[in-house]
């Protein structure tokens, strides 16, 4: 299957400071990617779809100013969560879309973010 | 809207004995697909096995199979001869395949494989 790849796969951080977390779809090009945030024992959230070359599409709910999102290109999204607190702590995952035969999400590993 | 129901939060199962996890979802759509995803506790999202409504024959997978049943908008899973190493949370997830291309996950089934 595709492989998607996020960095880093744990990141620790001060109060106040911002973090970058990358996505990349290694081996396909993905139009449309998405960001998810998952607390301990429960389900995927739905944060927010990148879109590639556009404007991020953000759930309701979802500070857009506190959690940046960069499609730059086919093949890699950011998440910048900006002026971190301790309950942006959390574990982030990003998927890639592969649209056609397959229409299906390909899973990053995740990021496990803690913010001191 | 869409909506993905799993009713069974927590499951165990002997090893070597076959269980059944259960997903109903509701849509007007009538092209969609149905997926089952695996979490172990490493996180990483596993594909276990999908389904597209357009297909009537059963996905399978191996050990792993589902019964899928569109008029009844049910889509359980069932995995034989458990091994420990499919103890994880199970997502059922819905996906319309235009648009935003969003998954819509249940959620989810910790199940836990006893030696």
């Known amino acids: 299957g595709a492989v998607v790849s996020q960095h880093p796969s744990w990141v620790i951080c001060k109060s106040g400071t911002s973090v970058k977390i990358e996505c990349r779809s290694l081996d396909f090009q993905a139009t449309t990617m998405f960001w998810y945030r998952q607390f301990p024992k429960q389900s995927l959230m739905l944060m927010a779809t990148?879109?590639?070359?556009?404007?991020?599409?953000?759930e309701q709910g979802v500070e857009k100013d506190k959690f940046l999102i960069n499609h730059a290109s086919l093949t890699l999204s950011t998440l910048t969560v900006t002026s971190a607190h301790p309950e942006d702590s959390s574990f982030y995952i990003c998927?890639?879309?592969?649209?056609?035969?397959?229409?299906?999400?390909?899973f990053g590993p995740g990021t496990r973010l803690t913010v001191t | 809207a869409q909506t993905v129901t799993q009713s069974q939060p927590e499951m165990s199962v002997q090893e070597a004995e076959t269980v059944t996890l259960s997903c109903t979802y509701d849509t007007s759509e009538s092209n969609y697909y149905l997926f089952w995803y695996k979490q172990p506790p490493s996180r990483q999202m596993i594909l276990v096995i999908r389904q597209e409504a357009y297909k009537q024959q059963n996905a399978t997978e191996n050990r792993f199979s589902v019964n899928f049943q569109k008029a009844a908008k049910s889509f359980s899973l069932k995995i034989s001869d458990s091994q420990l190493g499919d103890t994880a949370m199970y997502f059922c997830?819905?996906?319309?395949?235009?648009?935003?291309?969003?998954?819509?996950f249940g959620t989810g089934t910790r199940l836990k494989v006893l030696a």
């Open positions: 990148s879109n590639e070359g556009s404007k991020a599409t953000y």
């Open positions: 998927s890639a879309f592969r649209q056609g035969i397959r229409n299906e999400q390909y």
């Open positions: 997830a819905f996906l319309v395949p235009s648009g935003t291309y969003k998954y819509i």
